[in-house]
């Protein structure tokens, strides 16, 4: 036997497959990428319905709480519409600058359209950007849709700057009985068909339903902080709030 005998490392997905859904990897990013661009034009109004409005000033918030200045430059990571993008920029002012990245034409479209300065179109396990060059890098309620969690950190590790720091935001199954249940009543059946009457959108209800159920089979919490330090990040931890229905990662660079 010839060239490197050695195993690749062990795939780490954020969750296992949902076979309701897709049967293959390629099925899984076919369905994702299909129903983001159909959702694009209505996802705004979905995630500000579906957190009664408080969604921006949660993120802006975050950005603030995790660190993110005035004059940095921040790459946010599956940027959707651009709400995490356009918080950041409040934040980082004319001396600073926000790129957006996202999967998604549709996605890229609509960050375009709210005001996004410049948006890419790119996955968070392959980053097209040299290494250190970001002050910071968020992601907003996507970790969820990567292929593999080990490999993702590492790139976001690889174009931070030394002292960058991450913020992930996300959407987790909560730690106790009533928290779980009433999450489960409002993200499972509740906002899928508010999404689909509050837009005429068959993909959002599709789509929302999908939210859940990979909200419901993720990872727990540890796995993810010990993916973050396995990665080489360093002061990693999580912010909770509603009994963990809502988890900040965080993490710096040495």
Not at 65 to 89: K, M, Y
Not at 92 to 98: F, K, N
Not at 141 to 147: D, Q
Request: glycine letters at 8%; aromatic letters at 12%; hydrophobic letters at 35%.
């Amino acid at each position: 036997m010839t060239g490197n005998s050695q195993h690749s490392p062990a795939l780490l997905a954020p969750h296992p497959p949902l076979r309701d859904y897709y049967q293959t990897e390629a099925q899984r990013r076919k369905l994702l990428d299909a129903q983001f661009d159909h959702v694009a034009h209505d996802y705004n109004w979905i995630t500000q319905a579906s957190s009664f409005g408080s969604g921006k000033w949660y993120r802006r918030e975050a950005l603030k709480r995790s660190g993110l200045t005035e004059g940095n430059t921040i790459l946010d990571i599956a940027c959707g519409p651009g709400t995490v993008s356009v918080c950041a920029q409040h934040i980082v002012g004319e001396t600073g600058r926000v790129i957006g990245l996202d999967p998604s034409l549709g996605m890229v479209t609509e960050a375009h359209k709210q005001g996004v300065s410049t948006i890419l179109q790119g996955k968070a396990e392959y980053l097209p950007f040299p290494d250190s060059i970001f002050d910071f890098i968020s992601m907003g309620y996507a970790l969820r849709h990567v292929t593999d969690l080990t490999l993702t950190f590492k790139e976001y590790l690889r174009v931070l700057k030394p002292g960058g720091r991450l913020l992930i935001l996300e959407i987790s199954r909560p730690d106790s009985f009533l928290p779980y249940h009433l999450s489960r009543v409002f993200l499972k059946h509740i906002v899928p068909w508010m999404s689909y009457f509050g837009t005429k959108n068959p993909h959002a209800h599709k789509l929302m339903k999908y939210y859940w159920d990979t909200i419901e089979s993720c990872v727990p919490p540890e796995t993810i902080l010990q993916a973050l330090e396995n990665s080489g990040f360093t002061q990693s931890q999580q912010y909770t709030l509603f009994g963990g229905l809502l988890r900040d990662y965080s993490g710096c660079k040495a």
